[in-house]
């Protein structure tokens, strides 16, 4: 089992930055694929980031490329979401996730955090 607790939300204005992090705990393999989604009040939930544990390789969503960076420290067991430049378009819950990929473009996320609130002001 692994458990994810997201912490690091809040209010922001339009332009700010927030730094959002996923604490990881249990049993975790380098095979995994570590990934942030959001959900926005009336919308679908959507992916915003991706990172490859093992090998550090990102992918983004591109709403969010060139404005938003995913890290990983891999001795904490913590996945980061730096979003900088931020929009009012970007509120949303905010959610951790984990899992192994299981085709070239599927992802198995297994294990999900509560999530953290994000509202951005104009």
């Known amino acids: 089992q692994v458990q994810l607790a997201e912490s690091g939300g809040g209010l922001a204005q339009a332009g700010g930055s927030l730094r959002l992090s996923c604490a990881a705990s249990?049993?975790?393999?380098?095979?995994?694929?570590m990934a942030w989604f959001r959900q926005a009040p009336g919308k679908e939930r959507e992916f915003v980031a991706r990172?490859?544990?093992?090998?550090?390789?990102?992918s983004y969503a591109d709403s969010v490329k060139g404005r938003f960076t995913i890290s990983r420290e891999n001795a904490k067991n913590t996945v980061y979401l730096q979003m900088n430049s931020l929009k009012p378009d970007d509120t949303a819950v905010y959610y951790c996730?984990?899992?192994?990929?299981?085709?070239?473009?599927?992802?198995?996320?297994?294990?999900w955090g509560q999530g953290t609130q994000v509202t951005v002001s104009s």
């Open positions: 996730a984990a899992g192994p990929r299981v085709l070239p473009t599927t992802y198995r996320y297994d294990y």
């Open positions: 249990g049993r975790t393999f380098s095979s995994y694929a």
């Open positions: 990172i490859m544990w093992g090998s550090g390789i990102t």
